[in-house]
């Protein structure tokens, strides 16, 4: 494999927001390649949103406070450019679609991004088409927002930030408020829009065991400080995530415990079906 | 304040004035409000107030148009009673009272025909700030949000044991501090929320912001536009000129 490109760096960064002396983050050094799929997780309150914020420029640009070291957005210091002109570097997909959709109809809020940008009509013409094909949502496209389920608005929210051609997309917790069927569905399309457009994606999500088979990289945040980092099959093989208040999957945690016993497997097994096949290669 | 939001909000229907371009509604609407000001006979009356109703019909929201104006009626009954005791005469007092119903009415005639969504253009078309436009337009989005808002936290506060609809007026008023506290704290987070999601949107981003939709009369728009006109001029020939 090639080299890949470093597209996020974070250097010996610290940050704390205006009127409150305690760091929330502390002394951070990470860096993140160009289409990595990664998951950011830690306790509640440890900073996840902070950081995601210091990716797109919402930190400083809009939220004020101490800033400390340096945030490397491809190949630019997020703080000498505004959060809207990072907007076509770095989409970012908040928790609520709800107040992430501003027009009274999914063509016109996608069209709302693309109009600030300066696009001529061809063009938006164009992405519109594209990006309402990429998401598969071209049935909803003349819909107002109260006439969408949550899983539509929550695609409808990525359109709007995709139709902008970013190469980094965040995701604060996105699925929060979907149910489990829709949420699987939403991770897999991250997983295809990470594969087939190379896009860098970065999700906050506390069910780990949804996104194990997209997912390749994990960052563990606690008290504002990276406790681990690294290629995320090896970290929940090596590293006991149960201390951070992450969720384990089930699967995971039966080979922990079988390891414990001195049952040892060669390989981290991600699912379940993956695992029953080994068991039952072993039995036999 | 019911009365007026029945009689002002656009409800998604289909007629010969539902299909035309906003600015045509706009222009008839506004003009026959401009006529209702300047109105001083009950002649002049007669005529704006049946070109106003012959639209209404021609929208198909005559009954919405009526229902504003019995609403609005209360105050129409104050209007003419306080001009009467105030020492004006009967015909002023019925002028005055005439020329509130064809203001209310001609106006509504615009904001029952076109969507929000044609009003956006409208201000687009009118070249005014976009600033003020976004406003607009993300107030009427979040209306219903924000009520359905409300409507959740009496819910959750009536389930806790208040009791909204008792006691004095004032024992009312106060009932209403505790669905009104979480209400304004939770707008306030929404609109911080946004306020986020709109900038990661590169809104502001330059100055040479474009529109992806613009407005185009057809034919049947200048056809409609001349007719209309043509009735004004009549109207002012009729009215100032030979004094009918
Ligand atoms: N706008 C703000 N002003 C001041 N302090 C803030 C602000 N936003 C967050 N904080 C504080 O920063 C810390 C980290 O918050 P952050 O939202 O980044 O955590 P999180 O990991 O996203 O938590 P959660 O999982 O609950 O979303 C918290 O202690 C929080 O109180
Ligand atoms: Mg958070």
Known sequence: ?284 | MFWLAEGLVYRRQDSIIHSLDPRVKLIISFSLFILSLFSSTIFEFTILLFAIFLLGALSKVLRRMTKTITFSLTFVIMIFVINLLVGYDLIFSIIISLRFIAIISSSSIFFLTSSPDELDLVMRSLHLPYDLIFAFVTAVRFVPVILLDAVQIIDSQRSRGLEIEKGSIFKRIRNYIPVLIPLIVQSIIRSEELAEAMESRAYGFSKKRTSYYTLHFKRRDYLILCLHFMLVVLFILLVYFFHL
């Open chain 1, 1 to 284: 494999m090639e080299t890949l490109a470093e597209i996020i760096k974070f250097i010996n960064f610290s940050f704390s927001y205006s009127g409150s002396t305690t760091p929330i983050l502390k002394n951070i050094n990470l860096s993140i390649e160009e289409g990595d799929f990664v998951l950011l997780v830690g306790p509640s309150g440890c900073g996840k949103s902070t950081l995601l914020r210091c990716i797109n420029g919402l930190i400083p640009h809009l939220y004020n406070g101490a800033y400390e070291g340096e945030v490397i957005v491809d190949g630019e210091l997020v703080k000498n450019k505004n959060v809207n002109e990072l907007a076509t570097k770095v989409g970012f997909v908040f928790q609520n679609p709800e107040n992430q959709i501003f027009m009274f109809s999914v063509e016109k809020d996608i069209v709302f991004g693309l109009e600030n940008i300066g696009l001529e009509r061809n063009e938006i013409d164009i992405r519109l088409k594209w990006v309402l094909h990429a998401l598969g949502i071209e049935h909803l496209r003349y819909k107002p927002p109260y006439e969408l389920s949550d899983g539509q608005k929550q695609r409808v929210a990525i359109a709007g930030v995709l139709a902008m051609k970013p190469k980094i997309l965040i995701l604060d917790e996105p699925t929060s408020l979907l149910d489990p069927r829709t949420a699987l569905d939403f991770i897999l399309l991250l997983g295809e829009l990470n594969k087939k457009f190379g896009l860098t994606i970065i999700v906050v999500e506390h069910r780990i065991d949804l996104l194990t088979n997209v997912a390749n990289k994990i960052i563990v945040l606690d008290k504002g400080e990276i406790v681990f980092k690294g290629l995320l099959k090896e970290i929940i093989k090596n590293k006991n995530l149960n201390l951070y208040g992450v969720g384990v999957p089930p699967v995971i945690a039966l080979q922990n415990n079988l390891r414990d016993e001195d049952i040892i497997f060669d390989e981290v097994y991600l699912n379940v079906k993956d695992f029953a096949k080994e068991i039952k290669r072993r039995l036999i």
